[in-house]
């Protein structure tokens, strides 16, 4: 298996070739990367210029994910009430034209007006997911770039940056100049899972694909590894309520 960076899609390509292929197979995976499955023998030069080839499917294909998930999407109303690791997350009304966002003393207020109509229109639920998302990214530049130094000196593993994003295809990456990106949705995650995220990414700074001693190496750092990966398959970014009154 090979795994190369598109620089015209800014994402992760995965080239594996196969014995029992006779044709080329190409995929998007739920996370945003593109998957090519080739023939045994089938230059890697033809294979990317196939995946070039193929850049408005991937591009359209990428789209009807991302509007799948906004499809799924929870409503957020008045009433709502959401914990995350450090804030709780309250969505009120008050008596005016106006809407307001206050996050401070470890806690979020979405106050919408009570003159509002309907507070599912899609322009208000992007102004409650941004005020999730700002909590989010809070918690996230406070946590993680002192987590991944802390994982990254137990483990010996050196990195150069941390980047913290609101990436919602992935949990993380970690580019060939060794910089970490994470995604702020990571703070939706508990704590062993998060661990998991970030040694995944640190161990591509010594192995820049997912060959065998990839997991091998990520299993000597974390003997549950395929088990947590396994269980990080069961969370998404969407924002879900935990508790429905307050």
């Known amino acids: 298996m090979i795994l190369l960076k598109s620089k015209f899609l800014d994402r992760n390509l995965i080239i594996r070739d196969h014995h029992r292929s006779s044709k080329l197979s190409l995929r998007v995976k739920p996370d945003g990367d593109i998957s090519l499955t080739i023939p045994r023998n089938y230059s890697i030069k033809k294979a990317v210029k196939f995946i070039e080839s193929k850049k408005e499917w991937i591009t359209q294909t990428i789209e009807k994910i991302n ?66 998302i700002e909590t989010f990214r809070i918690e996230a530049k406070q946590y993680l770039p002192k987590r991944v130094e802390e994982l990254s000196k137990k483990h010996n593993l050196a990195y150069n940056n941390v980047s913290i994003k609101a990436a919602k295809t992935r949990w993380g990456s970690c580019s060939y100049k060794n910089n970490i990106n994470l995604s702020l949705f990571l ?4 704590n062993h899972l998060i661990d998991y995220v970030i040694l995944h990414e640190l161990t591509h700074t010594i ?28 969370y998404s970014t969407t924002i879900k309520i935990e508790n429905n009154e307050i």
């Open 187 to 190: 703070m939706k995650l508990p």
């Open 67 to 132: 509007s799948l998930e906004k499809y799924q999407k929870e409503i957020l109303l008045p009433g709502n009430q959401h914990n995350t690791k450090f804030h709780s997350i309250k969505i009120l009304t008050h008596s005016s034209n106006e809407s307001f966002v206050s996050i401070k003393n470890q806690e979020t207020k979405i106050v919408l007006s009570d003159k509002i109509n309907d507070y599912s229109k899609n322009e208000i639920q992007n102004f409650i997911e941004k005020a999730f």
């Open 207 to 234: 192995e820049k694909n997912h060959s065998n001693r990839f997991w091998d190496k990520l299993s000597s750092f974390e003997k549950k590894s395929k088990i947590y990966d396994k269980e990080l398959k069961k």
